[in-house]
């Protein structure tokens, strides 16, 4: 995708499981999520790490997930240090961890393009989805209880069904990229 490498210029794309500390932390997780190492993209820095090889990932689906990914990036880009503590150094059970405002951010980009693609049904389903993802275990409990999380995901799904979000940086980048290539 051109808008990551126009952010992100050394961006790397490996593959989780060739990493021996990768592999590591999937063990230590594993209790907690267990599909650490075959569902979930993890980033850090330039470095992307897929959960499949690269020719699984069925484009649209490599491009989203980029996306999202990206989102991290330029998050890590402006605020450094403070992202990664913020993100990692949350105890667990949490019930309201600041690594939530991260995904929040960076599931805005699964929500608008899920809008985009698929209309208000995919948006709803995506929502639906999301609430699960961030009150469950995958990412450690990051807001406690699924009415939580509902109620703490809505202002962004309403922003993305009203088109305000689409305006903003860096989602209105992200969706041009996204419509450029596909509408030829
Ligand atoms: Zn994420």
Redesign the pocket.
């Known amino acids: 995708m051109g808008l990551v490498r126009e952010h992100v210029p050394g961006l790397r794309i490996v593959q989780k499981r060739d990493i021996w500390w990768m592999r590591a932390i999937g063990r230590l997780l594993k209790p907690i999520n267990p599909e650490f190492m075959t569902r979930y993209t993890t980033v850090v820095g330039q470095t992307v790490y897929l959960p499949r090889p690269l020719a699984d990932f069925p484009r649209d689906a490599l491009a989203a997930t980029l996306a ?2 990206l989102v ?1 990036q330029l998050d890590m880009q402006q605020w450094g240090p403070f992202f990664y503590v913020s993100y990692a150094l949350t105890p667990l059970p949490v019930w309201r961890s600041h690594r939530a405002h ?2 929040r951010r ?2 805005a980009v699964d929500l608008m393009l899920a809008l985009h693609g698929g209309g208000e049904a995919r948006l709803v389903a995506v929502e639906t989805w999301l609430r699960g993802v961030f009150a469950g275990p995958d990412y450690g409990w990051m807001w406690g209880g699924r009415p939580a999380a509902a109620t703490y995901l809505k202002p962004v799904v309403e922003r993305v069904r009203s088109g305000e979000l689409q305006k903003d940086a860096p989602y209105a980048a992200i969706l041009e990229a996204w419509v450029g290539p596909t509408s030829g």
């Open positions: 999202h990914e991290h991260w995904e960076a599931y």
